[in-house]
């Protein structure tokens, strides 16, 4: 079984920034092996991707974020990190970590959550 557990969520201004940061950890559970992505939900909205690192460390964006957040890995650390800069009111959601494992058989972990609002 592998836990996720985000933290650094909060109650930002318009044009502020926030770090998120999960911490991954499970018996044995590589980190090194999975592919970690970052998504957010917004109320009365789907579940949409944000982010994601492969494990080579190739990230890819959804084009809103594009230029405005970086997602980034650390395997020694088990976590992964998303910096967001220029807020903006729309970012406001709930941000999720998701662990991915397998090429076939994929296994998908998902965090508790952790909420980010931006709002003056």
């Known amino acids: 079984q592998v836990q996720l557990v985000e933290s650094g969520g909060g109650l930002v201004q318009p044009g502020g920034s926030l770090r998120l940061s999960c911490a991954a950890s499970?018996?044995?559970?590589?980190?090194?092996?999975?592919?970690m992505a970052w998504y957010r939900q917004a109320p009365g909205k789907q579940r949409e991707l944000v982010a994601a690192?492969?494990?080579?460390?190739?990230?890819s964006y959804a084009d809103s974020m594009k230029g405005r957040f970086t997602i980034s890995r650390d395997n020694a650390k088990n976590t992964v990190y998303l910096q967001m800069n220029s807020l903006k009111p729309e970012d406001t959601a709930v941000y999720y970590c998701?662990?991915?494992?397998?090429?076939?058989?994929?296994?998908?972990?998902w965090g508790q959550g952790t909420q980010v609002t931006v709002s003056s």
């Open positions: 998701n662990a991915k494992l397998g090429a076939v058989r994929v296994e998908s972990y």
């Open positions: 499970g018996s044995g559970f590589i980190f090194g092996l999975a592919t």
């Open positions: 690192i492969t494990i080579g460390g190739s990230a």
